[in-house]
C-alpha cells in the first residue's frame, strides 16, 4: 500500500511543470499599444490594451510571446494582465548572432479558441530579431522583430501570474 501512495505522489510532482520566476528586466512589450477607457458609467479607475504582446527573452535562451489585454490604473500607471480577456501564448529558444541580431525559433502552444485545421501546437516559425541601444540590465532598449518593435516593460503588477500561465500552458519552451 505504501509503494502504491508513494508512486501516486511520484507521478503528480513530474507531471506538474515547473514555474520558472520572470525577471522584469527579461519583459518587453510591443510599442504600438491602443489604449482605451472603458464606458464612463462602468466608473472604471483603469484603461485596458486589447493588443499587448508580452516578449520574454530569458538569459537561459528560452523564448515566450504572450498576446494579451493589459490593464493600467489611471492614478498610479500600475499595470496588470487581465486574468478573464484570454490570451495566447508562442514559445520557443533565441540564440544570440555576432551582428546584434539574434535568431528565434518559436510555436504558438496556446490560444483560447480552437480553429478548425490548426492544430496545436502550430508549426515552428523562424525569425529574425535585432537588438537596438542599451538599456541597464536589459538585453537592449528596444528590440525589431519583424513584426514590430518591442520596448521594456515596466511597472508589471501580476508578473508571477505571466510566469505561472508561460509554465502551464504548452509545456516546457521548446
Given amino acids: 500500500m505504501v ?14 511543470p515547473v514555474t520558472q520566476k520572470i525577471d522584469l528586466h527579461w519583459v518587453y512589450v510591443n510599442n504600438n499599444l491602443v489604449w482605451e477607457s472603458p ?3 462602468l466608473r472604471k479607475t483603469y484603461v485596458l490594451a486589447e493588443n499587448a504582446k508580452l516578449v520574454i527573452l530569458y538569459p537561459t535562451g528560452s523564448f515566450a510571446e504572450v498576446s494579451c489585454t493589459l490593464f ?3 492614478k498610479s500607471g500600475r499595470l496588470s494582465i487581465c486574468r478573464g480577456c484570454g490570451f495566447s501564448i508562442s514559445k ?10 539574434f535568431g ?25 530579431w535585432v537588438s537596438r541601444g542599451r538599456s541597464e540590465g ?10 514590430g518593435k518591442y520596448i521594456p516593460l515596466s511597472n508589471l503588477y501580476n508578473l508571477d501570474f505571466l510566469a505561472n500561465i508561460i509554465s502551464s500552458e504548452g509545456g516546457d519552451q521548446k
Fill in 92 to 101: 520557443g529558444n533565441w540564440t544570440r548572432n555576432a551582428d546584434n541580431s
Fill in 72 to 74: 493600467r490604473d489611471r
Fill in 3 to 16: 509503494p502504491a501512495i508513494f508512486l501516486t505522489i511520484l507521478l503528480a510532482v513530474q507531471q506538474s
Fill in 39 to 41: 464606458p464612463k458609467e
Fill in 138 to 147: 536589459r538585453m537592449a532598449a528596444v528590440v525589431q522583430a519583424p513584426t
Fill in 104 to 128: 528565434v525559433k518559436s510555436r504558438l502552444v496556446y490560444r483560447p479558441v480552437l480553429i478548425e485545421n490548426r492544430p496545436l501546437p502550430e508549426a515552428e516559425v523562424e525569425q529574425r
